[in-house]
């Protein structure tokens, strides 16, 4: 399971077996055909169908979800991001223990009261507003990371050595950045996101729409 990073500590239900928690990597066990529910705390974040090997994320959790800005997946995203028990390390640890109630599962981003239960039972201040991640900053991480992850599996599966991405958000949100493989690979030069490639037949595109956008 991964929000913008791995999350280490979720409890989860999958089909017929006992309850767990997800370990390193954010790994997990499921059962190909069954559902498998996520929580935290007591509080369900979501359940889905597992159809193939799984990839679970937040917006995994809210099938409907058209946009990873989605207020649910955001509320999710938010959630996790602040109960991160070791800070910036590369993967979302939850520790503690009690239970609250409820369910995360509104479209409301501005309601915070599950959220200010599920903190203070984490064991943070009474003012829990400062601990709460930003819509903002828990949407950008996880399409930074979503990202990553799309280059990641393009040069597993061999459809270039390396790649870049650059992309600009519609809403003007967040640009995003991000590289994966090799820019040269007999001399193990990792891709990075400044390396100049040639401009190549890139520019048929550009001209095509913009043909297009005279003619409309």
Do not use: C, H, W
């Not at 790994?27 to 889905?48: A, E, M, R």
């Amino acid at each position: 399971f991964v929000s913008s990073e791995p999350v280490v500590g979720l409890t989860y239900k999958a089909g017929t077996l006992a309850s767990a928690t997800t370990t390193g990597g954010g790994n997990f066990t499921y059962q190909i055909g069954s559902p498998i529910t996520f929580s935290l705390y007591g509080v369900t974040l979501g359940k889905t169908d597992v159809t193939a090997i799984p990839r679970m994320t937040p917006r995994t959790l809210v099938p409907e979800a058209t946009s990873s800005r989605d207020a649910k997946v955001t509320n999710i995203l938010r959630l996790l991001s602040s109960v991160d028990s070791d800070g910036s390390n590369g993967v979302t640890t939850i520790s503690g223990g009690n239970t609250a109630t409820g369910s995360l599962y509104t479209t409301d981003e501005t309601d915070v009261s599950l959220m200010a239960a599920i903190l203070s039972v984490y064991g943070t201040s009474s003012s829990y507003a400062s601990n709460l991640t930003t819509s903002a900053n828990a949407q950008n991480a996880f399409i930074k990371n979503e990202l990553q992850n799309l280059l990641d599996e393009s040069v597993t599966e061999g459809i270039a050595p390396g790649l870049t991405l650059a992309l600009q958000d519609p809403t003007g949100i967040g640009t995003y950045y991000a590289a994966s493989g090799f820019s040269d690979v007999a001399g193990s030069i990792k891709m990075t996101t400044d390396v100049k490639f040639r401009i190549g037949s890139a520019t048929k595109t550009f001209t095509a729409m913009k043909v297009l956008q005279l003619i409309s």
